[in-house]
């Protein structure tokens, strides 16, 4: 597994414990840390003594921020048919990472800090009870870039629903944790120096009354499934 993840399969009272831990990139993930997320989550799936599992910046200074741009950028150099199989292989690695994520089974915490952009705010999402500190700042910023949304706009919608998701994708604007409450992405705020304190409490109160996944918490076959996508999206995909 990449040192970039760490993953602490069960702390003795049925929680496991998956941080990111690439704070010079701001956890930013690379190819290597999608497929090591994909490897903890299977792990977390498949072993029956995990009850939860907690998602957290090893330093709860920055969650999450996004999709390794650099890497991204160097993919987008190559040219001909070498593109076209590095990007599809990096679409399917990401969109495998999250599917992977969303079906393992588990009721999920995310400990959110810092910065939550793009796949940050997915991974996010994809939390059944999520407690950010008070100066955490989310963001989808594909249009600002020029991106069309990923399968990341799936999670979010399912999450915080059409009305609140679709208005963060078309503007690309930044949000505060207050506001991702009042959306439904985030369950808790807490002051940012008190994050620490404050994850260990909400571990300690669901290990002893149990944490219920979110019943639309499915994975991207069963958000999108044999339904066309809402028009809405595919407005706001083709206006990007």
Do not use: W
């Amino acid at each position: 597994m990449s040192p970039f993840v760490t993953y602490i399969p069960n702390n003795g009272n049925g929680t496991a414990i998956v941080m990111l831990n690439r704070p010079s990139k701001r956890n930013a993930l690379s190819g290597e840390m999608q497929e090591a997320l994909t490897e903890a989550f299977e792990k977390i799936r498949d072993d029956d003594s995990v009850k939860r599992v907690v998602l957290q910046a090893a330093d709860l200074t920055n969650f999450c921020a996004g999709v390794d741009m650099h890497e991204m950028k160097q993919e987008m150099q190559l040219e001909g048919r070498e593109a076209k199989d590095v990007n599809l292989q990096a679409s399917l690695r990401y969109a495998n990472m999250l599917d992977t994520v969303a079906s393992c089974g588990k009721p999920m915490i995310g400990i959110v800090s810092g910065s939550a952009i793009g796949a940050g705010t997915t991974l996010a999402a994809l939390c059944d009870y999520v407690v950010a500190g008070d100066d955490t700042v989310f963001r989808y910023p594909e249009r600002m870039m020029n991106l069309k949304p990923s399968v990341s706009a799936a999670y979010a919608v399912n999450r915080m629903g059409r009305d609140n998701a679709l208005p963060l994708f078309s503007s690309g604007r930044k949000f505060t944790a207050a506001e991702a409450k009042t959306m439904k992405l985030v369950d808790e705020t807490c002051p940012a120096d008190k994050l620490r304190d404050r994850m260990q409490t909400v571990i300690s109160r669901f290990e002893s009354r149990p944490l219920q996944r979110k019943p639309g918490n499915p994975t991207l076959s069963k958000v999108i499934g044999d339904r066309e996508m809402d028009p809405k999206m595919v407005d706001l995909v083709d206006r990007m």
